[in-house]
Every structure is written in structure tokens, then in C-alpha cells.
């Protein structure tokens, strides 16, 4: 199957092609899903390493349900054409490291191979690189509908809980701009864009936090 053209030709489309946000929706995941325990739980006054929690999260229903990940707000801070990379991580990057994984699946839990995601998100202190392209890049999935991301835990953004922003796209199919979100935060409740559908399911691994979310599409 043929790559899809990077979001229909020129990504700088997004933002006019972007779904409105589907707010009678849930998100649903694949079985392939494991226990959660939380992120680090990080303040002014505590290192994003401080790992002190245990509480798993409620399942999710699964892609037969034909439920769709909710669209959610790209933000002021896209920027297109981010390279094409695997890891965020630069050398002498500040902050706890996180691999984030999943597949990218259809209603019907068919994998999307090929699929286009596109991550970004700020940095250990919450800044956003709006001049280059630090903390953002793009990756198409593997036969299996899966993706792999190494990156960091963001910090806190003014007004905001942590937050990866993504961008999903099958080929030739709509785009699918969504945010994820960190069990366990103090601000999750006080953030007006939160939604419990859109929590990854985090624990650590001993190595770092390793977090789990499975893309589910609504196909044209």
C-alpha cells in the first residue's frame, strides 16, 4: 500500500481539513492493552521522575464498539512539515524520557498500515519550539498499524494539563487532529479541553514511563 500523501499533498492544508471535534464520541482501543500506573505527577516543586502512584484506569471499549478517537483542537502551535523521525530526543535534552506506543485501527479493528502521525508537544518547561522543530516529528505506521515514539514528558503549559498534540491520517482518508492526555495529573480536572476518553495508559518499565494509545478512525 502506498505511503499517503503527506496530509493531502501540503500539510499546511491541515487546518483547513480538520474534522470538527466529535464530541459524542469515545475513544476506543485495541484488547492489546495492558494495566496502567501513573506518570510522574510533577509541580513547580517536583521533578517530572518523582513516580509515586498505582491506580489503574478503567478499559476503554475496544474498536469492534465502532467508536472513534475524538478530534480535539490543534492549538495555535502546528507547525508543518516536521521531519520524519522515530525519537524526539536530541543530546542534552532536559527531561524524564517516554516511549509512547500503539496502532492506528479502524472501527472494525482493522490495522491502518501506512498511516501518517504526526506528534509535537513543548519541552521539560512547557515552551513550544515555534522557530524550529524541536520536540516535533512525523512517522508512518508498519504493516501492523503500529507506531513507536521516544520522546520526553512535556512540562506544563500556562492554562494547561500535560499534553502530547497528534495528528493521525490514513491514506486517503480525513485527518484526525486529537490531543493525548497523562493519567493522574492535578490539572486534568481543571483543564477545560480534558477529556478522560483521550488518557493514555501510562507505567513505568523500571527504564522510564511507557505509555500506550491506540488511534481508532472513522473511514470514508
Known sequence: MPKPRRFDQSRRTLLRITPPMLAAFFVATCSRRFANSALPVASKDTPNSDISSTRVLSP???CGDEAVTPAQTAGPFFTPDSPERTSLLEPGMVGTRIVVTGQVLSTS???????LVDFWHTNDQGDYDNQGYTLRGHQFTDSEGRYR???????FYP???RHFHVKVQAANQPVLTTQLYFPEEPLNQRDGLFRPELLMAVRDEGN???ALFDFV???S
Open 60 to 62: 476503554t471499549p475496544t
Open 109 to 115: 479493528c482493522t490495522p491502518m498500515a501506512n498511516a
Open 149 to 155: 515514539l521516544e520522546t520526553i514528558v512535556p512540562g
Open 159 to 161: 492554562g494547561r494539563t
Open 208 to 210: 522510564g514511563p511507557q
Open 217 to 219: 478512525l472513522a473511514m
